[in-house]
């Protein structure tokens, strides 16, 4: 159980800045994820909660301690890395229990606790094997049992399913959840792809070059982008850009050059008349041919994709493209190539994005 | 909520008091790897760094003032003695290295094409050369080929000559040992070349229509090149650093390595240490040479190569001729150890003029236990050569792991101080060492180490600690960082993960780096005789003793024991190590 802030966190090597200045607030008990593109920080944040690197600046406080500069060996957390590190000299048996080893605990608490630790990740009976006989996914499993045997405050997680083919992915990001939810350990997940971090986090925040550029709830990220970074980042979202020409209360109309559309901004004010903005629309806002065609747009069919359960449409209007996901039953589904039609969204449904940090 | 989701909360000036104790935490946390360094760093300085300094200085003084005589003598025109030899030099290592190229990458390519009875053993044995110390391996070719040798004696014997036809010396013996000792540089590298090599490369190019002599010139040269460039490269050195040949076969064929060693005994250091300094130019310039080269033409296979694949000999006849070709070449290479076991098995005073010997037992072994003067430098090799080799294994630890782990600026320059004393010849190393240690220093306590058995040993650990740091971070770099990572965040202490993580991984590395070590430095010659005293006589020079009181079979009896070691490790580093443990062994 443990609160972490981070307060103005920043880490260079050499002349990159990994990390910059960065503060974010983890509850306790949350499962938390760090999401962003290789290179954007969010390992280095990771590995300085776990001791493992020495920030240049800042402070991290656990329960209200700072511990910036304890040793990683005197942190309690636990740790599974992206390639699992299990110690291939030693079996599962041995790996599991080598915290508890170096913690001093007597032998047969440590004994019960493996036990534990395995049948926790319905491990039990493979004790004696080296890593070296188990597949991925054991490896995984192992890796997460040997990182909770030792009841650390703080889970961390690296990556920990990159390295697992697409159904496997799937089996043990449910099972990292569950023994997320029943172990009530406040988890911090490192992670690029976002259909996991939607799926699994209570919160995110996403990075971008060392920068924090948005932290909300999955619901918040996916449908209230603040930037275009996340709007792109998170899902295959229509970004387009315009000109402020009116505001009506918290109603902004954008001009987007092929037509005009009524849009919000959910976070902070109406930006100024005259300014030019980025709006995001996603896909499954969009309605061609929707009943409500006051806040729309005329566009051109370019390309249909049947893909199951929905089925992709894309439009282009002048020099913009804009794509519209609808349900393959819906009318809409019949549209082809060259017809024309009128796309609408609700004018919520139009995001005026922040500028780009 | 809206302050909660900002990406820059105002936090930053926010911020706890820090508890006490912090500033010492962050100083280890920070400076650990810096403090290692140094103590890294002072041990290369005052082993290296300082005795180096010091020759190159002296370089340039004559009898205490500053001056360029020294080098003014060296190029003088009117007495050409140094200049012969550097020119000496260069020849010979020139001419070695074209024919180990010839014999190495003929052997190589030989072995990898074809496939006949027995070739997989034949093409393990043409690394036997390597499991000889230097002075062993010219003693026994003297036995073998020398005046009054085997060989020129039977063929004088067959023909019915008045005298020996021929007998090794001069420039053309130093010239056979060398291509014996020196041609397996070419044959591993252009072997594992061969090895990586993908045949598909070739198929591809035929494919788009080129003939065979394009693809050869195009693709096959080019992608085998650096193997050439780097064991010519490293051959040359060898050569010009090559000691024990030129001392006992040289007579009046005299080389730079030997000048400094003339210079020496002769009390003039100031040349010596000139000499020294030209030498070690040049030795240092092919090892930056290596370095640039292999930095810049680094060709890895996308895919998975397939080797160019050996091609069975299916013809009766040739068969046969490739398998007797085998059993001939094996016994050429193998014939110094056979003469070695022969003449240990020689009792004093049997073998007088008759060609072969007429009578064989194992009296000189029974001697090793109970003559003193053959056991002590056995004993005084074995001490001098595992306190070398305690000492590189913990310098190795530390120095490796700064190297593969450490993240502190000024790595490259480590990296470079280690790797000096591989690239320098033994006459510099003892040289530097006998200038630098005449005089009391803090860093030997305030003690002079010349003329003192700590000499001996010093030396062994400069020179060959980086076989052993080689061999270490080469362990170390297969051991993942997130291991030792993954142990620190279970709470293992520094010690427990030093203990129970790095060290089991490593330690085959650790281990045959240490057994490396160890029988180079058992066997040394070079250094040996410039630096030993009478309390810690080493076997290299209990070999050339017995020698020179014409005890044949004991001389020989010291160098079988260096053999057998030499091939006890071999065995277990290629357990160890695989075929990289061969290349290890130089």
Same mark, same amino acid.
């Given at each position: 159980?443990a609160?972490i802030?981070?307060i103005?966190l920043?880490k260079?090597?050499?002349?990159?800045?990994a990390?910059?200045?960065v503060?974010l607030?983890?509850?306790?008990g949350?499962?938390?994820?760090?999401?962003?593109?290789s290179?954007?920080?969010k390992t280095?944040?990771l590995?300085?909660i776990?001791g493992?690197?020495t920030p240049?600046?800042?402070?991290?406080?656990?329960?209200?301690?700072?511990?910036t500069?304890?040793?990683?060996?005197?942190?309690?957390?636990g740790m599974?890395?992206?390639?699992y590190a299990?110690f291939?000299?030693m079996?599962?048996?041995e790996?599991?229990?080598?915290g508890?080893r170096?913690?001093?605990?007597?032998a047969?608490?440590i004994?019960?606790? /493996?036990?534990? $630790?395995?049948? %926790? *990740?319905? =491990?039990?009976g493979?004790a004696?094997?080296k890593p070296g006989?188990?597949s991925g996914g054991?490896?995984?499993?192992?890796a997460?049992?040997r990182a909770?045997?030792?009841?650390?405050e703080?889970?961390l997680l690296?990556?920990?399913?990159s390295?697992l083919d697409a159904?496997l992915?799937e089996?043990?990001?449910?099972?990292i959840?569950?023994l997320?939810k029943?172990s009530?350990?406040?988890?911090?997940y490192?992670t690029?792809?976002?259909?996991?971090?939607?799926a699994l986090?209570d919160?995110?925040?996403v990075?971008?070059n060392?920068?924090?550029?948005?932290?909300?709830?999955p619901a918040e990220?996916?449908?209230?982008?603040?930037?275009?970074?996340?709007a792109?980042?998170?899902?295959?979202?229509?970004v387009l850009a315009?000109?402020?020409?009116a /505001?009506e209360g $918290?109603r902004v %109309? *954008?001009? =987007?050059?092929?037509?005009?559309l009524?849009?919000?901004?959910?976070?902070?004010d109406?930006?100024?008349v005259?300014k030019?903005v980025?709006?995001?629309?996603?896909p499954e806002?969009?309605?061609?041919?929707?009943?409500?065609?006051?806040?729309g747009l005329?566009a051109?069919?370019e390309?249909v994709q049947f893909?199951?359960?929905?089925t992709l449409?894309?439009f282009?209007?002048?020099?913009v493209t804009l794509?519209?996901?609808?349900?393959?039953?819906?009318?809409?589904?019949?549209?082809?190539?060259?017809m024309?039609?009128?796309?609408?969204?609700?004018?919520e449904?139009?995001?005026?994005l922040?500028?780009a940090s | 909520?809206?302050g909660?989701?900002?990406?820059?909360?105002q936090?930053?000036?926010?911020?706890?008091?820090?508890?006490?104790g912090?500033?010492w935490?962050k100083f280890w946390?920070?400076g650990?790897?810096?403090?290692?360094?140094?103590?890294?760093?002072a041990?290369?300085?005052?082993?290296i760094?300082y005795p180096?300094l010091?020759?190159?200085?002296?370089?340039?003084?004559?009898?205490?003032q500053p001056?360029?005589?020294?080098?003014?003598d060296?190029?003088?025109?009117?007495?050409?003695v140094?200049l012969q030899?550097?020119?000496?030099?260069?020849?010979l290592?020139?001419?070695?290295?074209?024919?180990c190229?010839?014999?190495?990458?003929?052997l190589a390519?030989f072995?990898?094409?074809?496939?006949?009875?027995?070739?997989?053993l034949f093409?393990?044995l043409?690394?036997?050369p390597?499991v000889?110390?230097p002075?062993v391996?010219?003693?026994?070719?003297?036995?073998?080929?020398?005046?009054?040798?085997?060989?020129p004696g039977?063929?004088?014997d067959?023909?019915g000559?008045?005298k020996?036809p021929?007998?090794l010396?001069?420039?053309?013996?130093?010239l056979?040992?060398?291509?014996y000792t020196?041609?397996i540089?070419?044959?591993?590298?252009?072997?594992?070349a061969?090895?990586?090599?993908d045949?598909?490369?070739?198929?591809a190019?035929?494919v788009?229509?080129?003939s065979r002599?394009?693809t050869?010139?195009r693709?096959?040269?080019?992608l085998l090149?650096p193997a050439f460039?780097a064991?010519?490269?490293?051959v040359f050195?060898?050569?010009?650093?090559?000691?024990?040949a030129?001392?006992m076969?040289?007579g009046r064929?005299?080389?730079?390595?030997?000048?400094?060693?003339?210079?020496?005994?002769?009390?003039?250091?100031?040349?010596?240490?000139?000499?020294?300094v030209?030498?070690?130019?040049?030795c240092?310039?092919v090892?930056?040479a290596?370095?640039?080269y292999?930095?810049?033409?680094?060709?890895?296979?996308?895919?998975?190569?397939?080797?160019?694949?050996a091609v069975?000999?299916t013809?009766?006849s040739?068969r046969h001729?490739?398998?007797?070709?085998?059993?001939?070449?094996?016994?050429?290479?193998?014939?110094p150890?056979?003469?070695?076991v022969?003449?240990a098995l020689?009792p004093q005073g049997?073998?007088?003029?008759?060609t072969?010997?007429?009578?064989?037992?194992?009296?000189?072994?029974?001697?090793?236990f109970?003559r003193?003067?053959?056991?002590?430098?056995?004993?005084n090799?074995?001490?001098?050569a595992?306190?070398?080799?305690?000492a590189?294994?913990?310098f190795?630890?530390?120095?490796?792991?700064?190297l593969?782990k450490?993240?502190?600026?000024?790595?490259?320059?480590?990296?470079?101080?280690?790797?000096?004393?591989?690239?320098?010849?033994?006459?510099?190393?003892?040289?530097?060492?006998?200038i630098a240690?005449?005089?009391?220093?803090?860093t030997?306590f305030?003690?002079?180490?010349v003329?003192t058995?700590?000499?001996?040993?010093?030396?062994?650990?400069?020179?060959?600690?980086?076989l052993?740091?080689?061999?270490?971070?080469a362990?170390l770099q297969?051991?993942?960082?997130s291991?030792?990572e993954?142990?620190?965040t279970?709470?293992?202490?520094w010690f427990t993960?030093?203990r129970?993580v790095?060290?089991?991984?490593?330690?085959p590395?650790?281990?045959?780096g240490a057994?490396?070590?160890?029988?180079?430095?058992?066997?040394?010659?070079?250094?040996s005789?410039?630096?030993?005293?009478v309390?810690?006589?080493?076997?290299s020079?209990?070999?050339l003793?017995?020698m020179?009181?014409f005890?044949?079979?004991e001389?020989?009896?010291?160098?079988?024991l260096?053999?057998?070691?030499?091939m006890?490790?071999l065995i277990i580093?290629?357990?160890?190590l695989?075929?990289?443990a061969?290349?290890?062994f130089?």
């Open positions: 159980m609160h802030q981070l103005g920043s260079r090597f050499g002349p990159v800045t990390v910059d200045r503060s607030e983890i509850h306790d949350e499962f938390f994820t760090l999401l962003g593109p290179g954007c920080g280095t944040t590995r300085a776990a493992l690197e240049d600046e800042g402070q991290i406080v656990v329960d209200g301690k700072d511990i500069y304890l040793p990683a060996n005197r942190r309690r957390v599974v890395f992206q390639n299990l291939p000299h079996n599962v048996f790996n599991v229990a080598f508890l170096a913690r001093g605990e007597p047969q608490e004994a019960h606790r /493996v036990r534990q $630790s395995l049948a %926790l *990740v319905r =491990l039990d493979f004696d094997r006989q188990l054991q490896q995984q499993r192992v997460l049992a909770l045997a030792c009841r650390p703080i889970l690296d990556e920990p399913l390295n159904k992915r089996e043990t990001r449910t099972e959840q569950r997320q029943e009530g350990i406040t988890t911090v490192v690029h792809d976002q259909s996991e971090a939607l986090s919160r995110i925040a990075m971008n060392g920068r924090l550029e948005q932290v909300g709830t990220i996916y449908g209230k982008p603040a930037t275009a970074f996340v792109r980042f998170i899902g295959q979202v229509n315009g000109t402020v020409q /505001v $918290s %109309l *954008v001009d =987007l050059g092929v037509g005009r009524w849009a919000e901004r959910p976070r902070s109406p930006p100024p005259g030019t980025q709006v995001c629309i996603h806002n969009l309605e061609p041919a929707g009943a409500d065609s006051s806040n005329e051109q069919v390309l893909n199951g359960v929905t449409l894309r282009r209007a002048g020099a794509e519209a996901i609808v349900l393959s039953r819906s009318p809409a589904a019949g549209l082809r190539r060259g024309s039609a009128r796309l609408t969204v609700a004018p449904h139009v995001l005026i922040d500028d | 909520m809206a909660l989701n900002d990406p820059q909360p936090a930053e000036t926010r911020g706890l008091p820090r508890p006490s912090q500033t935490s946390a920070v650990r790897t810096y403090l290692l360094a140094a103590v890294v760093f041990v290369l300085l005052s082993c760094g180096l010091q020759t190159v200085l002296l370089s340039f003084t004559r009898d205490g001056s360029l005589a020294n080098y003014r060296f190029f003088s025109l009117s007495r050409p140094n030899a550097l020119g000496n030099s260069l020849y290592s020139v001419v070695t290295v074209v024919l190229a010839a014999v190495g990458a003929a390519l072995y990898h094409r074809y496939r006949f009875p027995g070739s997989q093409s393990t043409v690394i036997t390597i000889f110390p002075l391996s010219v003693v026994s070719y003297m036995w073998l080929f020398g005046e009054g040798g085997v060989v039977l063929i004088r067959i023909f000559l008045s020996p021929f007998g010396s001069g420039f053309g013996g130093i056979l040992i060398h291509v020196q041609f540089y070419f044959y591993l590298l252009v072997s594992a061969l090895a990586r090599f045949h598909s490369l070739e198929e190019a035929y788009l229509g080129a002599w394009y050869l010139r693709v096959t040269v080019p090149l460039v064991a010519s490269l490293i050195m060898v050569s010009m650093s090559s000691f024990a030129p001392y076969l040289g064929f005299r080389v730079l390595s030997m000048q400094i060693f003339v210079s020496k005994l002769n009390g003039d250091m100031d040349m010596a240490a000139a000499q020294a030209i030498l070690g130019m040049i240092i310039l090892v930056l290596l370095r640039a292999e930095g810049r033409s680094q060709y890895t296979f996308a895919g998975k190569g397939l080797g160019i694949r069975p000999i013809r009766g040739a001729l490739a398998f007797l070709g085998g059993v001939l070449l094996s016994l050429v290479l193998m014939l150890h056979i003469m070695l022969i003449i020689v049997t073998w007088t003029w008759q072969l010997p007429p009578v064989l037992a194992f009296d000189n072994f029974r001697f090793l109970t003193p003067d053959l056991w002590l430098p056995v004993r090799s074995v001490l001098m595992g306190i070398a080799t305690v590189g294994v913990i190795a630890l530390v120095a490796s792991y700064l593969t450490g993240r502190f600026r000024g790595r490259g320059l480590l990296d470079a101080l280690v790797m000096v004393p591989w690239a320098l010849p033994g006459t510099i190393i003892a040289i530097s060492m006998i240690f005449n005089r009391p220093l803090p030997t305030g003690k002079v180490l003329g058995v700590w000499m001996l040993p010093l030396a062994y650990f400069i020179n060959f600690m980086p052993i740091v080689r061999a270490t971070s362990s297969q051991l993942d960082n291991l030792i993954s142990a620190l279970l709470g293992a202490s993960v030093f129970r790095i060290l089991p991984i490593v330690m590395g650790v281990l045959s057994l490396l070590m160890f029988v180079q430095a058992f066997g040394e010659f070079t250094m005789i410039l630096l030993y005293v309390d810690n006589r080493p076997i020079i209990g070999i003793e017995r020179q009181f005890e044949l079979g001389a020989a009896v010291l160098g079988v260096q053999v057998v070691l030499m006890i490790v580093t290629r357990r160890y695989g075929a990289r061969t290349q290890a130089f």
